[in-house]
């Protein structure tokens, strides 16, 4: 982590990434391109999640999250920062002369190769199907049916562990603690994310949540009573009411918000403690 000096009140606090350890090399043009953000907006240009909006501009980086080249290695030629995601990525380079960016897991360096085989050795990087991955494993970037491509365990620091296998289907303990049932077909990398070092962050000033994207909020209580709920009062007012609400009166805290009738319910084992 890179810590500030403190020259101004936003910077005594300030931490950043420390990119020393990356390659000093210019993205693919291949593989980026621009892109449109729905900043909180549906197709109708309505505000359907607040206070999103404004963000630095940034170029994307195509992922490849499915990586079907089988039985190919490919070569780790650099190690990137990617503007759109907390994790760092890595170009690889295949002996078949294709290129494509993948999550880069902690400890894979440049030089070093990897390959998505059905069963392959355990080394960071390396993707294959759950049933051939030991127990114990940490393991990231998992479809959750096969052949769709990695759907989750993707952002930076996280990684799920291998639990065993019964009836095709293996049991993975989730960076949530909640265990779930997935198929054995379906691929997963092996490791743990990079930039782990991604939770100490400190952003110091206000205007670098707005780089990001992230516009301010105000607190219901300073609002009047015909905007919010704990509107209005002389001087400080408690809330009034049991459980914490939104401005539209939905309760927020503790509230479990999951549709009970959800088809994919019965693959989890055991919920968030």
């Not at 359907?48 to 909006?53: A, K, L, Y």
């Not at 516009?215 to 408690?238: C, I």
């Not at 479990?256 to 994919?264: A, D, G, H, I, P």
Request: aromatic residues 6%; hydrophobic residues 30%.
């Amino acid at each position: 982590m890179k810590q500030y000096r403190p020259t101004t009140p936003s910077r005594r606090h300030m931490k950043g990434y420390d990119f020393s350890q990356l390659t000093k090399i210019d993205s693919l043009k291949s593989l980026t391109g621009g892109f449109h953000k729905s900043v909180g907006r549906n197709n109708q240009g309505r505000i359907t999640s607040s206070h999103r909006g404004a963000g630095v501009k940034r170029l994307y980086r195509t992922i490849d999250f499915k990586q079907t080249k089988f039985n190919i290695p490919g070569k780790v030629a650099a190690i990137e920062y990617d503007p759109n995601r907390t994790a760092r990525i890595a170009r690889i380079n295949f002996i078949d002369g294709e290129r494509c960016y993948v999550l880069a897991p902690q400890d894979l360096k440049v030089g070093d190769t990897i390959m998505t085989a059905d069963k392959g050795s355990i080394r960071p990087g390396n993707r294959m199907r759950l049933k051939n991955i030991p127990q114990g494993t940490i393991v990231h970037n998992i479809e959750l049916f096969p052949g769709q491509g990695g759907r989750i365990v993707r952002s930076a620091g996280s990684g799920a562990t291998v639990l065993a296998s019964e009836g095709g289907q293996v049991q993975i303990i989730m960076p949530s603690s909640e265990t779930r049932m997935i198929s054995g077909e379906s691929f997963a990398s092996i490791g743990q994310i990079s930039n782990a070092e991604h939770a100490l962050v400190v952003l110091g000033k206000a205007g670098r949540s707005r780089w990001l994207g992230r516009r301010p909020k105000v607190r219901g209580t300073a609002m009047n009573p015909v905007d919010h709920p704990y509107g209005g009062g002389e001087g400080r007012q408690g809330r009034g009411t049991r459980r914490p609400k939104t401005r539209h009166g939905k309760i927020t805290g503790g509230h479990k918000t999951r549709n009970k009738k959800k088809k994919s319910s019965k693959f989890i084992k055991r919920r968030t403690k």
